[in-house]
């Protein structure tokens, strides 16, 4: 069970308050903003996630593409730190087409240490409910077939399938893998 410490609600899109959560482990994280300045120390969490993520993941690998993903002003995000080091970072960035306002693409990574702690649990629940708070309507997102853990955690966020995408993934087997296209309204009843 995550028990939560100290909490404040986000302030806007971009500047989160800090919170901190208890892990099950019993271990105390802070959740907070990154700003580009943490460009390296994000980098340096992406790759060391765990061998199960990394199978399955599209993480960013290159320090221009995760500068940009922090230089973006259309991201609603969340890192989780631990003894100085990021250990999380889950993030929505909404679209910017006006035919899409409203509508935002997720994307989670965790350091390998931190799996099965319920990090994931405590880090979704929050950028969900800013992307509601800040007037996100839709949440789309998507997830390797064959990446049951990550297929279920989403499911229990009321993300649904609509739709399946024929080998979209090229996965470290140097197989081609099915990506389901997941989504959620985030003000309908779970």
Request: glycine letters at 8%; a negative charge.
């Amino acid at each position: 069970m995550l028990k939560k410490v100290k909490e404040t609600l986000p302030i806007s899109v971009t500047a989160m308050v800090e919170m901190k959560t208890t892990l099950r482990d019993g271990r105390e994280v802070d959740l907070v903003s990154l700003t580009p300045e943490d460009t390296d120390r994000l980098l340096h969490m992406l790759s060391h996630m765990s061998e199960e993520a990394l199978r399955w993941s599209m993480a960013p690998n290159k320090r221009e593409w995760v500068d940009r993903w922090l230089n973006t002003p259309s991201l609603i995000q969340l890192a989780a730190e631990h003894a100085g080091q990021i250990v999380g970072f889950v993030c929505i960035e909404k679209y910017t087409h006006p035919k899409r306002r409203g509508i935002g693409y997720l994307g989670a990574y965790f350091h390998r240490d931190y799996t099965g702690t319920g990090l994931d649990t405590a880090m979704l629940e929050c950028v969900l409910e800013s992307a509601r708070q800040e007037g996100v309507h839709k949440v789309d997102t998507g997830a390797v077939v064959d990446d049951e853990e990550t297929v279920s955690l989403l499911e229990g966020f009321g993300f649904e399938t609509e739709g399946r995408k024929r080998d979209d993934f090229f996965g470290d087997d140097e197989m081609y893998h099915d990506v389901l296209s997941m989504g959620r309204i985030l003000n309908e009843e779970l």
